[in-house]
């Protein structure tokens, strides 16, 4: 069975830093695809950043120079750096993580999925 576990979620001021992690168990994804989307209630989860095994790394628009997607595949988990959070960034994130290894920014082509974690930004 594969599990997707997020951590790192919580409040912060506007400005500040969080780091999401997310470990993988019950499979190895060293090169394929692993991400994190976002989701407010009411609205569709979308895509914020993805990397895989052979360097490959992709951005949302909204986040790029601001958050950092990396990877530790000796521990099988991917982390989310996020700084310089705006109110806007509050949402429940989701990491993903597929069985291919070409960048997708799309919710189908994740076969994996953590239960997620809050992020809310707010002074």
């Known amino acids: 069975q594969v599990l997707l576990v997020e951590s790192g979620g919580g409040l912060v001021q506007p400005g500040g830093s969080l780091r999401l992690s997310c470990a993988a168990s019950?499979?190895?994804?060293?090169?394929?695809?692993m991400g994190w989307f976002r989701q407010v209630p009411g609205t569709a989860r979308d895509f914020v950043a993805a990397?895989?095994?052979?360097?490959?790394?992709d951005y949302a628009d909204s986040v790029k120079g601001r958050f950092t997607i990396s990877r530790d595949n000796a521990k099988n988990t991917v982390y989310l750096q996020m700084n310089s959070l705006k109110p806007e960034d509050t949402a429940v994130y989701y990491c993903?993580?597929?069985?291919?290894?070409?960048?997708?920014?799309?919710?189908?082509?994740?076969?994996?999925w953590g239960q997620g974690t809050q992020v809310t930004v707010s002074s």
């Open positions: 019950g499979r190895t994804f060293s090169s394929s695809v």
């Open positions: 990397i895989n095994g052979f360097g490959g790394i």
């Open positions: 993903a993580a597929s069985t291919r290894w070409p960048i997708s920014t799309a919710r189908g082509y994740y076969d994996y």
